[in-house]
């Protein structure tokens, strides 16, 4: 899990809405949830990928009871500052701008490195869903990328 962690956290971060509190609270009920065996690995897919749908089912509790989201103003932004001191394109604001489902699929595809077939193992859904959402998400973030640099 050692190895994993810096993954775990961003995925958590990404599941809370980038809410770094909810976060940590989400990853620490995680862990716990593996140390008192409520949560076992079956090898039935890789670890990491286990990992991150046991993160997304613990944040998805989580956050029901918290009844609310944070709000999508409160995501870093993803771009990194330039030598002049001016912000780059705000991936941030483009990829809040993608229904949820093309995001987190986008997330987990681009920075977190899963393939296709893991990411549906994570999110549960079918790997022609999963493939659409793909497809659809860069289709639409490539758009709104043309938009942007006009």
């Not at 961003?10 to 976060?23: E, F, G, M, T």
């Not at 593996?34 to 989580?62: C, H, M, P, Q």
């Not at 995001?103 to 393939?115: E, G, I, N, P």
């Amino acid at each position: 899990m050692q190895a994993h962690h810096e993954d775990a956290f961003r995925w958590a971060s990404q599941c809370c809405r980038y809410n770094h509190h909810d976060a940590e609270e989400v990853l620490q009920m995680t862990y716990l949830k593996i140390a008192e065996g409520k949560a076992r690995f079956n090898e039935r897919s890789a670890f990491k990928t286990w990992l991150f749908a046991v993160i997304r089912y613990t944040a998805l509790d989580y956050l029901k009871k918290r009844v609310r989201f944070a709000a999508l103003d409160q995501l870093p932004v993803l771009a990194e500052e330039q030598d002049s001191g001016e912000s780059t394109l705000d991936y941030r604001r483009l990829l809040a701008r993608l229904p949820e489902q093309q995001q987190r699929v986008l997330l987990l595809t681009f920075y977190h490195d899963m393939s296709l077939s893991e990411v549906a193992d994570v999110m549960e859904l079918h790997i022609g869903t999963v493939r659409t959402h793909y497809s659809r998400g860069k289709d639409a973030l490539r758009t709104l990328l043309k938009k942007e640099s006009v």
